[in-house]
């Protein structure tokens, strides 16, 4: 007993001694102050921070264009934009790389004979390349890397967060675009992150190339600055509060 209670003593006594020649070191040392990060206005309940640009207000498609580089047909209403379905996707005017996004979209209400990929189907392409899928996946089963918030033919979401057709949908989105080496290859592949109201999906995952409809991804080198796209798929798919901000 006389042996535990000396070696629990030199214990502490070692313990003791390491402690005060820790509070003889300068905190200062290791304490950064520069640069110091910028203070911004974050919003509220989903509004654009003061660092944002805003895609979509509610108001016009004057931040967009249709593949001929005209005015999309998509129909502006009631604070928001609805696909035409044959009018095509539409395109940001401004080219973008690294991002974060918010947007929210909405599929109808009636889903009277819409099953799989025609529940609704749109999606957000980065770089006009590489897809986050858009679909009412509310207990409407499809492949599962072609359902909502899957990174379209190569990831599936880690869990189904899907609000019931009729009701918004959130979307988050932390888009890493991809850098390329002078023979093409990637340097750096593109990564995504998604929360789907509010719950993660999609953790900070690689994109092997280009998310296609047939066949593997490619390896597609691109400028370094393209549109974000919103899909036409043939369906009814509503939007509003898009904004963005350049990382």
């Not at 005015?71 to 395109?91: H, L, Y």
Request: net charge negative.
């Amino acid at each position: 007993m006389k042996l535990l209670n000396l070696l629990l003593s030199l214990t502490f006594i070692f313990i003791a001694n390491g402690l005060i020649a820790q509070d003889k070191g300068d905190p200062k040392k290791t304490e950064v102050w520069e640069p110091e990060p910028v203070a911004i206005t974050p919003g509220h309940f989903n509004a654009p921070p003061s660092d944002a640009v805003v895609l979509f207000d509610g108001t016009s498609l004057k931040n967009f264009v249709n593949s001929k580089g005209e005015t999309p047909e998509w129909v502006v209403a009631e604070g928001s934009m609805t696909v035409k379905p044959g009018s095509g996707p539409i395109f940001t005017k401004q080219g973008f790389q690294d991002v974060q996004i918010h947007l929210e979209w909405k599929a109808p209400g009636d889903t009277t004979g819409l099953v799989g990929q025609q529940r609704n189907n749109s999606g957000v392409f980065f770089q006009n390349k590489y897809e986050v899928q858009i679909l009412d996946s509310y207990k409407n089963r499809t492949y599962s890397n072609g359902q909502a918030t899957s990174v379209y033919k190569q990831h599936i979401p880690l869990v189904n967060a899907c609000r019931p057709p009729g009701e918004w949908q959130v979307y988050d989105i932390i888009y890493t675009a991809p850098r390329f080496n002078e023979d093409g290859t990637f340097k750096s592949n593109p990564y995504i992150t998604v929360l789907h109201n509010g719950v993660l999906v999609q953790n900070h995952v690689k994109l092997e190339g280009t998310t296609e409809y047939i066949g593997p991804p490619k390896v597609t080198p691109h400028e370094d600055k393209l549109p974000i796209q919103l899909q036409d798929h043939g369906n009814y798919v509503s939007f509003r509060n898009i904004w963005l901000r350049e990382l």
